[in-house]
């Protein structure tokens, strides 16, 4: 079923609506293993040895959208931690999108493991 939900931000948006126990192994209608938030969260990530600034524009419990300075390419190991939860996870770029004229550029990244306390308060979701 698909619902009508708010961020803790106040953004709205409509996600897939599956009760927990059937989480594990479906799909959202969008084709994804858990609903997508529109959430702003500062991050650091870490390709190397160099920490470089970022923020989220879209998080789930299995990736983010993100927004860099860095176009790294596809199949880089990173390692990102939240400036919010102080919390890190290690994950891989999926997808490198281009310049999006402001000098960031979209990275789809994907979690190793799922990890629903890794951006805390932010992955709630609330009816609207």
């Known amino acids: 079923m698909i619902s009508t939900w708010q961020t803790s931000q106040g953004d709205k948006i409509s996600v897939v609506n599956l009760p927990d126990s059937q989480h594990a192994g479906q799909m959202t209608k969008e084709g994804r293993r858990s609903p997508r938030i529109v959430a702003r969260i500062p991050l650091d990530v870490e390709p190397v040895q160099e920490s470089i600034p970022a923020v989220t524009a879209v998080i789930n419990l299995h990736g983010a959208l993100i927004l860099s300075s860095v ?9 990102i931690r939240s400036q919010k939860t102080n ?25 190793e493991d799922a990890e629903s306390g890794f951006w805390g308060d932010d992955y709630r979701v609330t009816n609207a």
Not at 71 to 79: A, I, L, M, R
Not at 87 to 110: M, N, Q, Y
């Open 71 to 79: 176009p790294w390419p596809s199949g880089t190991p990173v390692n």
């Open 87 to 111: 919390r890190s996870i290690r994950a891989r770029v999926v997808w490198t999108g281009p310049d999006d004229g402001t000098g960031s550029f979209k990275l789809g990244v994907e979690f």
